[in-house]
């Protein structure tokens, strides 16, 4: 079968760093996404990784490794508003994106 | 850029009305715009694939004759609810993507459906 793991909840404290690891098993992969969702909002775009490697993007950066079918992503100088749920997708061979069940990134002061 | 469009954000109405949302990319053409439903704390799950000019693919466990997918135009796709029940009741976010493969979906606002 094809899933996506995640932690379920993450806490971390303000101004610090944090990875949230994301592995997954696909029918093939065609890359993996990142999304920001607050609670009672739709999705955000983060990142998209393909290449194996370190995607950054200000304070949020994404890493691949193909090999280890394994990412993950790094936010650092953690913010209060950084607290959301972020979830992991892959596409696999279809192009049909598998979507993880989220992490829950709690930040406290 | 890649805005998408979704109203109504909210929804409240009697038990066997039907409900039409609809979606919207503002300033890209979307041959393919998706349907994902989410309850609270849980992930996101996909209804069906909607593309432009031709039936919607319905995921396993969906029905299709309740949820009506309609694709008219490169810009808009509307999913309607037919005779909501209070278990229709969710979060139902519409996402499209600019074309190719490789471009994330960007998600529209998102509907909460109530059902009384």
């Known amino acids: 079968g094809q899933n996506i793991d995640q932690p379920t909840e993450m806490t971390a404290t303000e101004g610090a760093i944090v990875q949230i690891n994301c592995t997954y098993q696909?029918?093939?992969?065609?890359?993996l996404f990142w999304y920001q969702q607050h609670a009672g909002e739709a999705p955000t775009f983060l990142s998209y990784?393909?290449l194996d490697g370190l995607e950054e993007k200000g304070r949020f950066s994404s890493f691949l490794s193909r090999s280890k079918g394994y990412s993950y992503l790094l936010l650092k100088e953690l913010q209060m508003k950084d607290s959301a749920s972020y979830l992991c997708?892959?596409?696999?061979?279809?192009?049909?994106?598998?979507w993880g069940a989220g992490t829950k990134l709690i930040i406290k002061p | 850029g890649a805005v998408v469009s979704q109203h109504p954000s909210w929804v409240i109405c009697k038990s066997g009305t039907s409900v039409k949302i609809e979606c919207r990319s503002l300033?890209?053409?979307?041959?393919?715009m998706f349907w994902y439903r989410q309850f609270p704390k849980q992930s996101l799950m996909l209804m069906a694939t909607?593309?432009?000019?031709?039936?919607?693919?319905?995921e396993q466990g969906v029905e299709k004759d309740k949820f009506l997918i309609n694709h008219a135009s490169l810009t808009l796709s509307t999913l309607t609810v037919t005779s909501a029940h209070p278990e229709d009741s969710s979060f139902y976010i519409c996402?499209?993507?600019?074309?190719?493969?490789?471009?994330?979906?960007?998600f529209g606002d998102g509907t909460r459906l109530s059902i009384l």
């Open positions: 990784n393909v």
């Open positions: 997708a892959a596409i696999n061979s279809n192009y049909q994106l598998i």
């Open positions: 996402s499209a993507s600019q074309g190719g493969d490789h471009q994330p979906q960007h």
């Open positions: 300033d890209f053409q979307a041959t393919t």
């Open positions: 909607s593309n432009e000019g031709s039936k919607a693919t319905y």
């Open positions: 696909t029918s093939g992969f065609n890359g």
